[in-house]
C-alpha cells in the first residue's frame, strides 16, 4: 500500500510541474513565464566587434521577428553553440520570457537562456 501511495504521488507531481512546449506566436502571452520555446532560426545578428551581445530570431526573421533569443559571446562559447552555421534549424530553449523596456516594438525575448538545443 506504501509503495502504491508513492508511485500515485510520484505521477501527480510530475504531472504538475511538467512544462508545456510553447511556440514563438504563443510568447506574448507568456511574458514572466519559464517556458521551453519551439521553433527555427530565421534569422541571426552575431555581436560585431568590440560588442558582446547576439540575438537569434525564432520563426520569422528581423525586422519582421516575433521572438528573440539573446546571448552573450560568453554564453555561446561556454554551450558551444556555432549560430552562423545554424539558418533554418530548429532550436528548443528553456528560460523566462521577458521584454526589453526600451523596444518600441515589445519583442518577446529569452536573455542568456537556462538551456538551449540547436538541432
Not at 501511495?5 to 506566436?25: C, H, N
Not at 530548429?90 to 523566462?96: C, L, Q, R, S
Request: glycine content about 4%; overall charge positive.
Amino acid at each position: 500500500m506504501k509503495k502504491l501511495v508513492i508511485i500515485a504521488f510520484l505521477s501527480i507531481a510530475s504531472i504538475s510541474f511538467a512544462q508545456e512546449t510553447i511556440t514563438s506566436a504563443q510568447a506574448q502571452e507568456n511574458i514572466g513565464k519559464e517556458v521551453i520555446l519551439k521553433g527555427k532560426i530565421a534569422s541571426f545578428k552575431l555581436a560585431s566587434e568590440g560588442k558582446s551581445t547576439n540575438y537569434i530570431n525564432i520563426d520569422k526573421a528581423y525586422p519582421d521577428n516575433v521572438f528573440t533569443i539573446v546571448v552573450s559571446n560568453k554564453y555561446l562559447e561556454e554551450h558551444k553553440l556555432d549560430i552562423a552555421n545554424s539558418l533554418g534549424k530548429e532550436i528548443t530553449v528553456k528560460g523566462t520570457i521577458t521584454v526589453y523596456e526600451k523596444d518600441p516594438k515589445k519583442i518577446p525575448q529569452i536573455f542568456n537562456p537556462l538551456e538551449i538545443e540547436i538541432k
